[in-house]
């Protein structure tokens, strides 16, 4: 019989890559993991691993017997789910993770619902990028999260983890208002007009609206977040290398950098409304769409459920400003 522990073990070391990955990620000994996987090997009665260099692979058919352990964990998900639907009330620890600027502004009015509704659940928030959900989710450290995904930086397609759609919204250009050139009011004009159909016309909208500021410096998210990949591939897009003078992850310091002339940068809607002073704000044929993301097979717990509600009822409470439902055009 198979190791359901086990079975985890093999799934994140192809997830993850290495051994010591592994351990980290799980508090196990990087020693204790190669053992477990030993074990699991000798369970199935045939290589699962092999070396190469200095890293551990999967044979074929540990890459065959993860895609099992995927469903068996995802069914054990459904369990639990059930069990936990079957007790009275909605309560417990719910670990919550979410990106900066859903962390000020759905996640607070998405705690007042559910302190409303289930004052006996115990959310407890924690900020990480999109980008670090997943493993976060499979190690058991986060519950669900708000995550998000731009054009130019799809995400990825993962089987161990759902996800139900939010909000989808315009970014936006910021550029410094007291020293807005005339290429960028030009640029602002030519954003209220229709851009062509078409992905050629969104590449060609895109080099109108930032060749403008192809020579200023910029300020993007960290490095290895999506938010950073995003604005360079948006850059990149428009035909030019972005010059990166500032790297940080609040949109709000994002616009009190271009306001204090440090630069341009990019915003989703909900960060720029209502629209700041000392900037100017082009919205752009690019989009980000915001999510809620929980483990395969976990959507119907009571605790993932009602934090699903409460997060749509605090998005559904933000469209009057001008947000757009993930279902609409």
Avoid at 260 to 271: I, K, L, N, T
């Amino acid at each position: 019989m198979l190791d359901v522990r086990r079975l985890h073990l093999l799934r994140e070391l192809h997830r993850r890559g290495t051994i010591a990955a592994v351990a980290e990620a799980l508090t196990f000994t990087a020693s204790a993991v190669s053992q477990q996987l030993g074990v699991l090997e000798r369970e199935a009665g045939v290589p699962l691993l092999e070396r190469s260099g200095r890293r551990v692979v999967l044979t074929p058919a540990g890459r065959s017997l993860v895609a099992h352990a995927d469903a068996v964990l995802n069914r054990l998900e459904q369990a639990a789910a059930e069990l936990a639907g079957a007790r009275d009330g909605v309560g417990g620890p719910l670990r919550i993770g979410t990106f900066p600027s859903g962390g000020h502004t759905i996640v607070p009015a998405a705690l007042a619902e559910l302190a409303c509704r289930h004052p006996a659940l115990e959310p407890m928030v924690r900020e990480i990028d999109s980008a670090r959900v997943s493993d976060g989710l499979r190690a058991g450290e986060l519950d669900v999260a708000l995550v998000h995904d731009y054009d130019f930086v799809p995400a990825s397609p993962d089987t161990t983890v759902e996800e139900v759609p939010l909000l989808e919204e315009p970014m936006y250009l910021v550029t410094r208002a007291a020293t807005a050139t005339t290429r960028e009011s030009d640029a602002t004009a030519t954003a209220t007009a229709p851009a062509p159909a078409g992905p050629g016309g969104t590449l060609a909208a895109l080099a109108a609206l930032l060749g403008p500021c192809a020579e200023v410096p910029w300020i993007t998210a960290r490095d290895g977040t999506t938010g950073h990949a995003m604005a360079v591939r948006a850059c990149q897009a428009a035909g030019f290398q972005p010059r990166i003078r500032h790297q940080v992850n609040d949109f709000r310091t994002v616009i009190a950098l271009v306001a204090a002339g440090q630069g341009a940068g990019f915003v989703p809607e909900m960060a720029a409304v209502p629209s700041p002073a000392g900037v100017v704000l082009t919205e752009l044929p690019l989009f980000r769409r915001s999510k809620v993301a929980f483990r395969a097979g976990g959507g119907a717990h009571p605790a993932i459920a009602a934090f699903v509600a409460a997060a749509t009822a605090a998005v559904d409470g933000m469209l009057g400003a001008g947000g757009r439902s993930a279902g609409s055009a």
